[in-house]
């Protein structure tokens, strides 16, 4: 193999790994938690607090809170489910990606999805 043909693989490969590993998330089961409280942080977006710490997927340095952030495209309808959820007393199934930076360079769960738990009957 020549030194070009070399030299491009070895520039490829390393091209291919910083976009890789600048574009990775860890995502995962936050866990079926039944919602405690909740506020609307003003430019950040809703904070859920569970009566039991989420599970930590992404190894946030905080799990007390989880957040939906602002910019969510689904963030009215899941801020509507957590007043249920809350209301009703009804757990949720949260789903996260990723970190999020909140108040004293703490990081929290960034919730991406969750459901109502249904229990079969």
């Known amino acids: 193999m020549s030194y070009r043909i070399c030299l491009r693989l070895v ?3 390393i091209a291919w790994g910083i976009v ?3 574009s990775a998330q860890t995502c995962g089961f936050l866990g079926q ?3 405690k409280g909740f506020w609307i942080e003003n430019g950040l977006g809703l904070v859920v607090t569970p009566t039991q710490n989420f599970d930590n997927a992404a190894a946030c340095t905080k ?3 989880a ?3 602002q910019s969510h495209p689904l963030y009215k309808q899941m801020h509507a489910s957590v007043m249920m959820a809350m209301a009703t007393g009804t757990p949720i199934n949260a789903y996260g990606c990723g970190c999020q930076a909140a108040w004293n360079n ?3 769960p960034l919730i991406v999805n969750f459901g109502v738990a249904v229990t079969p009957q």
């Open 20 to 22: 890789f590993s600048a």
């Open 11 to 13: 520039v490829v490969a």
């Open 63 to 65: 799990t007390v809170q």
């Open 33 to 35: 938690r039944t919602i």
């Open 106 to 108: 703490d990081t929290y």
């Open 67 to 69: 957040i939906v952030l």
